[in-house]
């Protein structure tokens, strides 16, 4: 998807290419916002397995499975193995996870880090063994080098409040301490060489305070207008169908603290709450950026399970699972009613699973396995039916493919006003910028494609750049999905034409 998914597809293609992995370029610019291991490991995989949309996608799925062992790990260790497979499966089986697998950013892999660094962070402070400090540092350094800065500060609060939980202070005196930070040093190293090379002084102050402190500070160029509640409902959604259960556990939690409860361990909601309210704090907000948090809020959507009872509740659940089934059968029905019936009977028989779930076994266990099921039917629905069919209309992905698919090179296909990332990455190259017919004129011979929309062709027209045959594709941002979308009989009026104009 654009923006950021095929844009870092598109860097990494070019980085293996160039042969170069310390300095980062994007359409051969040197590049400064995010840190390199995205890059590093796609092109990796892209330089074993070709060039393809799963070999880009592949290493962040290891991370994102990666999150998923440590979850189960992290709570065993503290909570039994129980409430481990019930944490695991509420974080694989959430509307966050399904999102950070399919629009593949440097999240996942901040959240496969984070976890992890947690896990050996916290086993460190209770066992002080040497081999957790080692394996804390590697992960810190994986989430940094994913992320920046806040690849470290999430596990550190985490390991702050379970340090004052255990009241084990001890531990940043040992040895350990000077080790793991020997290591994360020496795992650094590498970017900060290609930082200082490429950009100086500045790319290191860049990466290690401005990239995300400054946005607490204002110093960060990015900033929008969202207030300090802009996450408060955008994690209601993205804890579906586990939203009650996450709620429940983190009222719990508190109250325990508040009341001097003895708990079994406060990482999970010391580093859940610290980190939600720094990223409230922040000057610019994207829903993504809660992914950090998703294996914690899963943690305490396990405890919470526990603690769940009584009617209320239940209808609470039973509503939600209602919800989420119509909007399922709704979604498989009618928005793409050509390819339906791939998707409709699957989630049919799934949504009747869950049924008889929710009624066969006792209130806990039912709800459970019908939101496990449910959750299941949702990860079916969007990744065999909606997004395969909503990324055809993302017309820069298209007319990439077709310009790839032609064998065209740089000077016989360009973009005239229009550019995007998904556009250089399935072209195979970044494709080169027409400002207007003059510079079309320039560059027409038999066999050049002109890339454009409705108002540049008419421009070309009008300067008597006829084409000898034109192709028309339909585009809308694969991200800003409304509700005239979903429905056919609306989706045309707001589809904006592009074409391919061949001279």
């Known amino acids: 998807m654009e923006v950021d ?9 070019d980085m293996v290419r160039r042969g170069d992995v310390l300095h980062l370029f994007y359409r051969d610019e040197p590049y400064l916002d995010k840190p390199p291991l995205l890059f590093w490991l796609s092109a990796l995989s892209f330089k074993l397995f070709g060039v393809h949309n799963w070999s880009y996608r592949l290493p962040s799925i290891l991370f994102a499975a990666m999150g998923l062992y440590s979850t189960y790990r992290f709570t065993l260790r503290y909570h039994g193995s129980e409430m481990a497979r019930r944490a695991t499966l509420m974080l694989g089986c959430s509307a966050a996870f399904i999102l950070m697998t399919n629009d593949v950013r440097c999240d996942t892999m901040l959240m496969g880090a984070v976890i992890t660094a947690t896990w050996f962070g916290c086993a460190w402070i209770d066992d002080r063994r040497p081999i957790h400090a080692v394996l804390f540092a590697v992960a810190v350094a994986l989430g940094m080098l994913a992320k920046g800065p806040l690849g470290a500060m999430a596990p550190a609060l985490a390991m702050l409040c379970h340090l004052a939980h255990t009241r084990s202070w001890g531990t940043l005196r040992t040895s350990g301490m000077l080790l793991a ?6 795992a650094l190293l590498p970017m900060c060489i290609g930082l200082y090379q490429q950009h100086g002084w500045h790319g290191l102050r860049f990466f290690f305070w401005e990239q995300s402190f400054g946005r607490l500070t204002g110093e960060n160029r990015w ?6 509640f802009y996450f408060t409902h955008e994690v209601l959604w993205q804890l579906l169908p586990w939203t009650v259960y996450v709620l429940v556990g983190c009222w719990h939690g508190l109250r325990a603290l508040l009341t001097r409860t003895p708990l079994a ?12 309210c720094a990223l409230s704090l922040s000057q610019f907000k994207l829903p993504h950026y809660l992914f950090v948090i998703a294996p914690h809020l899963a943690i305490l959507g396990a405890f919470g399970w526990k603690r769940v009872s009584g009617q209320v509740l239940r209808r609470v659940q039973t509503a939600l699972l209602s919800l989420l089934g119509t909007a399922l059968l709704f979604f498989t029905f009618t928005v793409f009613p050509e390819q339906r019936w791939l998707s409709l009977v699957p989630v049919i028989c799934l949504l009747g699973v869950a049924a008889w779930l929710w009624r066969s076994f006792p209130d806990r266990e039912g709800a459970f396995a019908a939101s496990f099921v449910v959750m299941f039917a949702t990860g079916w629905v969007m990744n065999t039916y909606f997004y ?10 298209m007319a990439g493919k077709w310009a790839a698919e032609h064998k065209l090179d740089p000077d016989r296909f360009h973009g005239m006003q229009i550019s995007g990332p998904a556009l250089d990455f399935y072209a195979g190259h970044p494709v080169k910028w027409l400002s207007h017919a003059g510079e079309a004129r320039a560059v027409l011979a038999p066999g050049v494609t002109i890339y454009t929309d409705a108002v540049h062709r008419t421009e070309l027209i009008q ?8 192709d028309r594709l339909w585009n809308h941002p694969a991200q800003r999905i409304g509700l005239p979308f979903l429905f056919p009989e609306q989706r045309q009026a707001i589809l904006e034409p592009r074409y391919l104009l061949h001279f």
């Open 5 to 13: 998914a095929a844009q870092y597809a598109g860097m990494a293609r």
């Open 181 to 186: 930070a020997i290591v994360l040093a020496l």
């Open 223 to 228: 900033k929008d207008d969202s207030t300090v």
């Open 265 to 276: 361990e406060a990482a999970t909601l010391g580093g859940a709450l610290l980190v939600f």
């Open 388 to 397: 395969p069919n909503l990324l055809h209309f993302q017309a820069n992905a």
């Open 463 to 470: 300067a008597g750049l006829i084409p000898v045959r034109e």
